[in-house]
């Protein structure tokens, strides 16, 4: 079965299934409880799931409970399952199963919960503030310094730990960008950021819609794929990560380049577009060479280029030489190692306390021949959409610093692509993420 | 379905790439993934790899599993020794070395918030007895310190650290 036909309503067998609806309903309702109890348990007070923050969400404290890795865990199941469900059901009936209307007044609700909610899982936003602070507020620059430069600005505490002495890795489009938001005082900038998550996440499913229906897929099920991953939601919105804002970059590209009647400039726009998000957060980059071997055209290479010397300019007038040096903040973080990466994972399995640094080479090396192998692929017709969703999921799977976000980055391009496989292996790999998180519920630490 | 147009490159174009050997030359973007011997192999290569995954992911929660149950018999022990029922009680696994399995536990010596009072940190070694593990040694540190390091530690006892702050 080809994946553009495998990717249509199969209406046989479930066409007069009247319990169906119902059935998406309730598991589009019960993502959306999963989300309300993370939110609500996690406004209460700072767990280990829940970073030091100002009470943004305060007015939601007194309902839920002080977060636990139980309940979180819980919580996180079964919107995974309800999730596995609703994609089942969408697959198999599209709109039958679940009316556009209610998907998009579904996704708005949870959209609005995540943005009154306090900042879930991670640290990160606070680490894009204060670099945001130190480059307006103290003259000081974000690449050549770490929060610790500021220790007496109010967002330095909320900074995580590990982060405190470490320059930003953020592209400089990125942290001039955040650069308006640093006066508003710590709590405005992170209303800021949480509007400017969620804004990011509705423009990416706009597009991911887009270009479902430019593909002739089934744009339904491309929207709920994406807008009800739990690990987008909790993950990515929940922490205002601006991953968003590189995957609605990414699918601005694609949708210019899906667009009906392709022009040159059209084609140049995308690849500008592609160096824009890559100038937020770097690992976009991988799209562009994929989208030049699937045209064969000069535009895009003269798009990506009139961008790369524009933003290279910028970022040097801005922040010098350290601006524009973005891989060597890239080899930095490739050195990192976390406990979900794949690689200490592996590590253990083979008896190893974790990943050494011939093991960073090897699985360097092993990324080089997957990229290769997509490339060549690519020049001889495969979908580049696909193969840019493939790499992307290679990145995150050898790299050693695995985060639930970097899973998503292939999410909205598998949903498009025309292979199959790719959305399969992707939520195949967050599902063992998942799978990796649930330690705490087997064996509790007290 | 088909795709629509415009999603691939116009046939029409004069080939630029003729020179190329057959097998070397670019193809245009195709509306459906061919499912030949090339598809299978990769399908084949990518089931290989996810088992590896699966099997290191499985691997990793039932080690993160014993670990974590570890970590209760040294909280029980921290708790038994200073005969404080403290909540905020931190295990570190690394100090001492990862595949050691010698845990440093530590906690405060008195009620207050979580590392604002003289902090007491136990070597917990040897397997678990009646759910709880041996205290081998241990030191003191001052309050409000981030970094347990060699520097930072004092009144040092134990046979683990024979009188001298391990380093």
Request: aromatic residues 8%; contains cysteine.
């Amino acid at each position: 079965m080809s994946a553009a036909a495998a990717r249509e309503p199969l209406p046989v067998g479930l066409g007069r299934a009247r319990w169906a609806p119902a059935a998406a309903s309730v598991c589009g309702l019960l993502v959306l409880a999963a989300t309300v109890e993370i939110v609500l348990d996690g406004a209460v007070e700072h767990s280990a799931l829940i970073p030091k923050q100002p009470a943004i969400a305060g007015w939601l404290s007194g309902i839920g409970e002080r977060l636990g890795y139980r309940v979180f865990l819980i919580a996180l199941l079964v919107a995974v399952g309800a999730y596995a469900g609703v994609l089942w059901l969408v697959s198999r009936m599209g709109e039958g199963a679940m009316s556009k209307r209610f998907a998009i007044a579904l996704i708005a609700v949870l959209h609005a919960v995540l943005f009154v909610g306090p900042v879930l899982i991670s640290t990160d936003v606070f680490s894009y503030i204060a670099y945001a602070r130190m480059g307006v507020e103290h003259g000081l620059n974000p690449y050549l310094h770490g929060p610790s430069a500021i220790p007496h600005d109010e967002v330095f505490r909320y900074v995580g730990h590990d982060w405190r002495r470490t320059p930003t890795a953020y592209g400089p489009l990125y942290t001039l960008l955040s650069y308006p938001l640093a006066p508003l005082g710590l709590r405005g900038a992170l209303w800021a950021m949480k509007l400017e998550a969620l804004l990011a996440s509705i423009g990416t499913l706009v597009l991911v819609w887009r270009c479902a229906l430019a593909r002739g897929f089934e744009p339904m099920f491309a929207l709920v794929a994406v807008a009800l991953n739990p690990l987008y939601l909790i993950y990515g919105l929940g922490g205002s990560h601006n991953d968003l804002l590189m995957m609605l970059a990414m699918m601005g590209a694609v949708a210019l380049m899906l667009a009906p009647r392709p022009t040159g400039r059209r084609e140049a726009g995308a690849a500008a577009v592609i160096v824009a998000g890559a100038l937020i957060k770097a690992t976009v980059a991988v799209l562009l060479p994929f989208m030049v071997l699937a045209r064969r055209r000069v535009a895009p290479v003269l798009g990506a280029l009139a961008a790369i010397v524009a933003g290279a300019l910028i970022a040097y007038a801005a922040f010098g030489s350290h601006g524009v040096d973005v891989v060597s903040a890239l080899n930095r973080d490739a050195a990192f190692v976390s406990t979900d990466s794949f690689a200490n994972e592996i590590a253990h399995l083979f008896g190893k306390p974790g990943v050494f640094p011939i093991d960073h080479d090897l699985l360097k090396v092993a990324l080089v021949l997957i990229v290769a192998h997509l490339l060549w692929r690519t020049w001889r017709g495969y979908d580049w959409i696909a193969a840019s969703g493939w790499s992307l999921l290679a990145i995150s799977v050898t790299s050693t610093w695995l985060l639930a976000w970097y899973i998503l980055w292939p999410l909205p391009l598998a949903v498009v692509s025309r292979d199959r496989r790719l959305l399969v292996a992707t939520l195949a790999i967050q599902g063992l993420f998942v799978v990796h998180q649930i330690s705490p519920l087997l064996v509790p630490v007290k | 379905m088909s795709a629509r147009a415009g999603d691939t490159a116009s046939p029409s174009r004069p080939e630029p790439w003729a020179w190329l050997p057959t097998r070397l030359r670019p193809r245009e973007q195709q509306d459906h993934e061919r499912q030949g011997r090339l598809w299978r192999v990769e399908t084949a290569v990518l089931a290989i790899v996810f088992v590896l995954l699966a099997t290191a992911t499985v691997n990793d929660v039932v080690r993160q599993s014993h670990i974590n149950e570890r970590l209760i018999a040294d909280l029980r022990s921290w708790r038994t020794y200073t005969h404080h029922d403290y909540k905020n009680v931190g295990v570190d696994v690394l100090t001492m070395g990862v595949t050691t399995k010698r845990d440093v536990v530590c906690g405060n010596t008195e009620p207050g918030p979580p590392n604002a009072r003289t902090q007491i940190c136990l070597v917990v070694t040897g397997p678990t007895v009646s759910g709880r593990r041996t205290v081998s040694g241990g030191w003191y540190l001052r309050p409000y310190t981030t970094d347990d390091v060699f520097a930072v530690r004092y009144g040092c006892f134990g046979s683990v650290t024979m009188g001298r702050c391990p380093r």
